[in-house]
């Protein structure tokens, strides 16, 4: 398990993404959905629009990174 630290943010970053997408965009993810777009907007205002784009995106980043042997 040593060593996928960067994996298991990367996978949060997405998983945290995909729902922020859902709330942003089509309001289609609930209760936690609409809490997600509400905290986001409140935290970065008109950014919340960029904001589950950049988390998919930090999460692929960090999945694919290859360790440093």
């Keep these: 398990m040593a060593g ?4 298991v943010v990367g ?3 997405v998983g945290v993404g ?3 997408a859902l ?4 309001d ?7 809490g997600l777009h509400e905290t986001v907007g409140t935290l970065v205002g008109w950014g919340r629009l960029l904001a589950p784009i950049a988390l998919i ?11 440093d042997d």
């Design 4 to 7: 996928h630290g960067a994996d």
């Design 57 to 67: 995106g930090v999460g692929i980043v960090l999945v694919r990174q290859h360790p």
């Design 18 to 20: 995909l729902v922020t």
């Design 11 to 13: 996978l949060l970053c």
């Design 28 to 34: 289609a993810a609930g209760p936690v959905g609409r």
């Design 23 to 26: 709330g942003v965009y089509v």
